[in-house]
């Protein structure tokens, strides 16, 4: 009788467990979902657009409308008393701090709409001689704008210079708001009084370290290269004349 072989019982592979991967997954929403809740627990809020709909109807009773948060009480002081100082010369002045503006809004429009907002307010008999300056945190910019009756004491030129160079140059160089938002209003004042324009902040630049290195046309009219053949001819031939002479 022949030998009867044993049946051949294929090996399975054991296949990996997906517990790891599914707790990996549950802690990852566990995590978002903490991290969602401290969010609200604190109060964050996402940054919102503004435009000239998310300000008061009239003018507000203060100088500084800081919705950006970038003063702080001190200099915030500063500078709403340096706001009205301004009113001695019949200019009512503001400003105001932005960190995010409507798409497809600049800083002139949003002072423009904010001048027809404010005008004409509830208990005033005519519109105020208002100067409105505006600083932007987020694109390091800034603008000044001024009711019509005002634009001949300080012209158009005079408040883009304001803005761009006496202003934007202090946010530019380490986000100085206090300073930026003083010299813009010194300026101003200066002309509003009926002085001479201070005009743009002069820029130091930086002194020129003078260098021992030869320029590229130092080289090209030196003799340099001639000198060099010659110290190779002399260093190559003097020691073959010496060994010729000390060798007979």
Not at 28 to 43: H, K
Not at 179 to 184: V, W
Not at 212 to 226: D, H, L, R, V, W
Not at 232 to 248: A, D, I, N, Q
Request: aromatic share 4%.
């Amino acid at each position: 009788m022949p030998f009867a072989r044993p049946p051949v019982v294929p090996v399975v592979p054991p296949t990996r467990s997906s517990a790891p991967a599914s707790i990996g997954r549950l802690c990852a929403r566990l995590a978002i979902g903490l991290a969602l809740l401290l969010g609200l627990s604190l109060g964050v809020a996402p940054v919102q657009a503004l435009s000239a709909n998310n300000f008061p109807a009239s003018a507000p009773s203060s100088h500084l409308l800081d919705e950006a948060d970038v003063f702080s009480r001190a200099s915030g002081a500063e500078v709403e008393k340096q706001l009205e100082s301004l009113s001695s010369e019949r200019v009512d002045a503001r400003l105001v701090t932005i960190n995010r503006l409507d798409y497809g809004l600049t800083l002139d429009q949003l002072g423009q709409q904010l001048l027809e907002r404010w005008s004409t307010s509830s208990g005033e008999a005519a519109d105020p001689n208002r100067l409105l300056l505006l600083i932007d945190t987020k694109t390091k910019s800034a603008a000044v704008v001024v009711s019509p009756q005002l634009e001949r004491q300080l012209p158009p030129d005079l408040l883009r210079s304001t803005a761009r160079s006496t202003m934007a140059q202090q946010l530019r160089d380490g986000d100085r708001y206090r300073q930026a938002t003083i010299d813009g209003l010194d300026r101003l004042a200066t002309v509003l009084r009926g002085g001479d324009d201070p005009g743009d902040e002069v820029i130091e630049e930086a002194a020129v370290v003078a260098s021992n290195i030869p320029t590229k046309e130092e080289t090209e009219s030196s003799n340099a290269f001639t000198w060099v053949v010659v110290l190779l001819v002399v260093g190559s031939v003097v020691p073959m004349l010496t060994w010729w002479v000390f060798s007979r």
